[in-house]
């Protein structure tokens, strides 16, 4: 009952019927698990952290954000294009570290 009190509270001024409905639900029906945004900084750190300074990851592992957003296979779509173009311009590592740089400022704010 937990959860089903949370989602009350929550969207306690939300419009009829919408708290009726929450409570009306079946107890056994209701799961919950947190969802939250990643900064891609914090996402680029933590591999950087470990060593790995040519692992490049893209879209939803890149920018971990809630799925609400809608922004996963377009963050992905854009991220390719990047690392091509990266790829093409320079050295490996080079492009790894542009990548990286140019992914991450044109996310963060998203």
Wanted: one cysteine or more; hydrophobic letters at 40%.
């Amino acid at each position: 009952t937990y959860l089903r009190d949370y989602v009350v509270r929550t969207c306690r001024t939300w419009h009829d019927p919408v708290i009726a409905m929450v409570e009306a639900t079946p107890i056994e029906t209701i799961w919950g698990t947190d969802l939250m945004d990643r900064d891609p900084k914090q996402t680029q750190a933590m591999i950087q952290n470990e060593g790995f300074q040519r692992l490049v990851v893209v879209g939803d592992a890149l920018h971990s954000m809630s799925p609400f957003k809608g922004q996963g296979a377009n963050q992905a779509l854009a991220d390719g294009p990047l690392l091509a173009s990266c790829l093409e311009k320079s050295s490996i590592d080079a492009a790894v570290t542009n990548f990286w740089r140019e992914a991450v400022q044109r996310t963060a704010p998203v």
